[in-house]
């Protein structure tokens, strides 16, 4: 199993970094990162709230959208609304309004919902832990064998 290389533009960057990044892969970041809120979102409007989360405070409105930022859930921020006035981003934008609208409608979930919730993430973790565990073995495999041949 080959290790998949993380895009440059999707982790943490700092601001140099993002400057000279932004101009080739400014819309595919933020684009990226407003679809991973908004499905976050309507996964909360099908799933229900976690337990003393406030969507209000993440994504209550465009600027709270914006600001949302959870490096884990490779979720980034971005400065201004020109992103969003993209006719590209339109249909993301509208799904959003729709999840708020939703979102607004719903009572917060119980504390069972919210553990089988929690557990569902933890549960993902694992898995994304797994997978990296793999990559490392697999890229220690690769040392060893470039070593070896390097040897002879």
């Not at 970094?17 to 499905?39: A, D, N, P």
């Not at 229900?48 to 709270?64: Q, Y």
């Not at 832990?129 to 064998?145: P, R, S």
Request: hydrophobic share 40%; net charge positive; charged share 35%.
């Amino acid at each position: 199993m080959g290790m998949t290389p993380e895009a440059v533009w999707d982790r943490e960057l700092l601001p140099e970094e993002w400057e000279k990044l932004k101009k080739k892969y400014g819309t595919i970041r933020i684009e990226t990162s407003l679809l991973r809120k908004v499905e976050i979102l309507e996964h909360w409007v099908a799933e229900g709230m976690p337990e003393g989360c406030n969507w209000r405070e993440l994504a209550g409105s465009r600027t709270k959208l914006r600001a949302w930022h959870d490096p884990l859930l490779k979720l980034w921020p971005w400065a201004d609304d020109e992103p969003e006035k993209r006719s590209s981003a339109a249909p993301l934008i509208a799904r959003w309004e729709a999840a708020k609208n939703e979102l607004k409608r719903q009572k917060p979930r119980s504390i069972k919902d919210t553990l089988l919730f929690q557990t569902r993430r933890a549960d993902a973790l694992e898995v994304q832990v797994l997978a990296l565990l793999a990559d490392k073995a697999w890229l220690e495999q690769e040392l060893v064998k470039a070593r070896r041949k390097r040897g002879r």
